[in-house]
Each structure stands twice: as C-alpha cells, then as structure tokens.
T-cell receptor, first 114, second 110 residues
Framework: DSGVTQTPKHLITATGQRVTLRCSPR?????VYWYQQSLDQGLQFLIQ???????AKGNILERFSAQQFPDLHSELNLSSLELGDSALYFC?????????????FGSGTRLTVV | LAKTTQPISMDSYEGQEVNITCSHN???????ITWYQQFPSQGPRFIIQ???TKVTNEVASLFIPADRKSSTLSLPRVSLSDTAVYYC???????????FGTGTRLQVFP
C-alpha cells in the first residue's frame, strides 16, 4: 500500500456520461498530480494542485476538470466521455516539489468507456 | 519545453547489469530527476532520485552528468522480476509540471 488511495479501482460507463475519480493523498502530502495512461502508452500529465490551489496544467481536455478540497483529497471530473477517454488514471502525491521527495503514486482507476 | 526521450526497449539476461538512459535537454534547474518502475496495470513505483553526480540505494544507481541533460539508471544483476517499464520523471522549467519520459520496456530473460 503506497498510502495514496484512488477510488474506484474500475469504472465502466457509456459515451456521453460523466464520472468522478477520487484521490486521497498520503498523510501530510500537500501536492496532488493527475496522469492519464492510455493502453500501452506513456503517462501524460494532466494537472497539479498544491494545498487546494491549481499549480500546473498539462494537455488536459476542456471536458475534464479537477479540484483539491480543504481536506487535501482531489477529484478528477470527466464529462461527455468518449471511447478515447478509456485509460488508466493515476494520481500521485508529494509533500512539495523540489525538495528531494519521491512522488508516490496510487494504484490507479481503470476507466472503460463503452 | 522539456523533452525527454528513452530507448523504447531493452533486452537483458539474468545477472547482467542494465543501464537505461533518459535524455532531457531542458529541465528545471532546481528540480530532482526521478526514476520509476511500472508493471502492467499498476501505478509507477519509485526507484531512485537524484540531483547531480551519482546516487546509489539498495536497488539501483543513478548517474547524472554536470550538464543534467541526461540521466542513467543502472540496475545491477537484474532478475526476471525486473521485467517492467522504466520511466524518468523531470520538471519543466518555470512551471510546476512534472513530465515522464517515453518509457523503456526492459525484458529480462533467464
């Protein structure tokens, strides 16, 4: 157990629907990162939050949004889902950037859009 | 924009040393370089992290030249269980973005 909890582990939904993925960071970690990994592809950076504030954005689609709550958990919202959104979605957490700490990843949410 | 490239795949035999290089021509000057291991359908697992020169832990070594335009992960005496995909992770200058390299699929044979 890495200490980063992602729920649900699996999600199957239809095109056009909306889903919410949840991430609870390790205790004490203030930063949360979201990544998307399509089948047999690399990890694409989506977005980062630090202590509730958005700090960096990658190639995140406008249909996707995220937030980090006061208790530091984060949610990634995916709407108007398309078949191509099927992927593994990972979150990672760290105390802060640039301080020599490794970033710990959760076990991911596998999203299947049918 | 930071761009990171790694060899797509590498083959090795049990007991050999494996070196995987990540080229990153423009990374954040104040950030560390981190390497991860990923098995199918699992989250990336931290292996080692460094800023410059050489870092060693119980599972790997990391070599970073002075110009920090590349880094090399060294796995001593690999075993079958080291078969996985290996990624470097670097920071993008003047942002809080962290991006992964393209990943190297290591296959270890008996």
């Amino acid at each position: 157990d890495s200490g980063v909890t992602q729920t649900p582990k699996h999600l199957i939904t239809a095109t056009g629907q909306r889903v919410t993925l949840r991430c609870s960071p390790r205790s004490g970690d203030l930063s949360v990162y979201w990544y998307q990994q399509s089948l047999d592809q690399g990890l694409q950076f989506l977005i980062q939050y630090y202590n509730g504030e958005e700090r960096a954005k990658g190639n995140i689609l406008e249909r996707f949004s995220a937030q980090q709550f006061p208790d530091l958990h984060s949610e990634l919202n995916l709407s108007s889902l398309e078949l191509g959104d099927s992927a593994l979605y990972f979150c990672a957490s760290s105390v802060a950037r640039g301080q020599g700490y490794g970033y710990t990843f959760g076990s991911g949410t596998r999203l299947t859009v049918v | 924009l930071a761009k990171t490239t790694q060899p797509i795949s590498m083959d090795s035999y049990e007991g050999q040393e494996v070196n995987i290089t990540c080229s990153h021509n423009n990374i954040a000057t104040n950030d560390y370089i981190t390497w991860y291991q990923q098995f199918p359908s699992q989250g990336p697992r931290f292996i080692i992290q460094g800023y410059k020169t050489k870092v060693t832990n119980e599972v790997a070594s990391l070599f970073i030249p002075a110009d920090r335009k590349s880094s090399t992960l060294s796995l001593p005496r690999v075993s079958l269980s080291d078969t996985a995909v290996y990624y470097c992770l670097v920071g993008v200058p003047n942002t809080d973005k962290l991006i992964f390299g393209t990943g190297t699929r290591l296959q270890v044979f008996p």
